[in-house]
Structures are given as C-alpha cells and as structure tokens.
Antibody, heavy 114, light 107 residues
Framework: EVQLVESGGGLVQPGRSLKLSCAAS????????MAWVRQAPKKGLEWVAT????????YYRDSVKGRFTISRDNAKSTLYLQMDSLRSEDTATYYC???????WGQGVMVTVSS | DIQMTQSPSSMSVSLGDTVTITCRAS??????VNWFQQKPGKSPRRMIY???NLADGVPSRFSGSRSGSDYSLTISSLESEDVADYHC?????????FGAGTKLELK
C-alpha cells in the first residue's frame, strides 16, 4: 500500500522557520519526482515546489523562492520542505505529492500567526 | 506563468445529471493536464491523467477530453459520491498551475 505521511506542521510566528517531512512507502520513491502542494483554508490547490527523482534539480513558485527549500533523502524515502521567513500568506495545508502520478499524503497544517 | 481558467466555479446538480467542467489553458500545454477530485477534509484524488486517460479505480462515468486549449471533465449519470470539488492541473511546464476549482452541490 502506498503511503505518504507528512509531519512537522504547526503554529509558527511570522518570520520564523518550520521544516516539513514526508515519509514515503509502498512505491519506489527514488523513481519519482516529488512535490509539495498547498491549500489555504477554503481556497484552491497551489503548487509550491518540485524536486527531480535524483535530487538534481528543484523548481519553486515565485512567492516562495529564496525562502523555501525542497530536498529529499532517497535512502530514507523521505521528502522535506524547509520553510524560512514564513508569512501569514503561507498558512495552508501542505501536501506531499506526486501530482503527475496518483500519490498524495494526508496533508499537514501550517499556521503562520502571531 | 500558464493560467488555467476553470469554469464554472460552482454548480448545482441533481443525481443522474451529466456534468461538464472546463479548464482553458492560456498557452499550449499539450496533453499534460490532470483532473483531481477532492472531498471535504481529504486529499485530492487523481481522476484523469494526460487529459483523457482514466486513472486506476475511477468509475467509467468519468471522462476527460480536449478541444484545442480547452480541457473538460465530464461526469455522466452523477452519483451522490461524485459531489465534491474538482481541480485541473497543467504540468507541461513550471510553475505547475491549478485551476481555481469547481464545487459541485446537490440541488
């Protein structure tokens, strides 16, 4: 059974940092490009970042460039998202996903508020 | 960035209806469009991939089509379990972009 399990969310003050993790199982993690997709409360889906299967390249949406870093450890089948300089507009549920393929995590909530 | 203009934003439907949701791409994205279903409090579920292919386990009443830059998701004979939000995604180039979503509600 394929599982993507996110962790690391929570309440954080503006300007602070948070690191999300996503533990994958049930499929060959190292074969897949992986992404983070977020959804603000009552809003649509928004792609955040993608990392190529071997970690060789990363892509970000403009609003998070220079603040967020996506990374992966294929030996541990784990995806990460380091989020720095957080803003209130980053408040959302963050999904670990293979948006091109069918695998999505259950999501983890990140709330940025003072 | 490529814009995916999704319509309608919401739709009042009845069981047994045929429902069509459309996304218009602002530039050519080829076949690289997926459709997702999302129920409240749940993760998105891929329903259609590469514009017209039915994902594993998805009922055959769902179908995807393409006409030029317009991509459509059609649900034939709507069932109660189909009442949900639907999202399109283009993954032809970065940044990937989603449509704004369509909410189906029962009359």
């Amino acid at each position: 059974e394929v599982q993507l399990v996110e962790s690391g969310g929570g309440l954080v003050q503006p300007g602070r940092s948070l690191k999300l993790s996503c533990a994958a199982s049930g499929f060959t993690f190292s074969d897949y490009n992986m992404a983070w997709v977020r959804q603000a409360p009552k809003k649509g889906l928004e792609w955040v970042a993608t990392i190529i299967y071997d970690g060789s390249r990363t892509y970000y949406r403009d609003s998070v460039k220079g603040r967020f870093t996506i990374s992966r450890d294929n030996a541990k089948s784990t995806l990460y998202l380091q989020m720095d300089s957080l803003r209130s507009e980053d408040t959302a549920t963050y999904y670990c996903a293979t948006p091109v393929s069918p695998y999505w995590g259950q999501g983890v909530m990140v709330t940025v508020s003072s | 960035d490529i814009q995916m203009t999704q319509s309608p934003s919401s739709m009042s439907v009845s069981l047994g209806d045929t429902v069509t949701i459309t996304c218009r791409a602002s530039q050519d994205v080829g076949i690289y469009v997926n459709w997702f279903q999302q129920k409240p409090g749940k993760s998105p579920r891929r329903m259609i991939y590469r514009a017209t292919n039915l994902a594993d386990g998805v009922p055959s009443r769902f179908s995807g089509s393409r006409s030029g830059s317009d991509y459509s998701l059609t649900i034939s004979s709507l069932e109660s379990e189909d009442v949900a939000d639907y999202h399109c995604l283009q993954y032809d180039e970065y940044p990937y972009t989603f449509g704004a979503g369509t909410k189906l509600e029962l009359k």
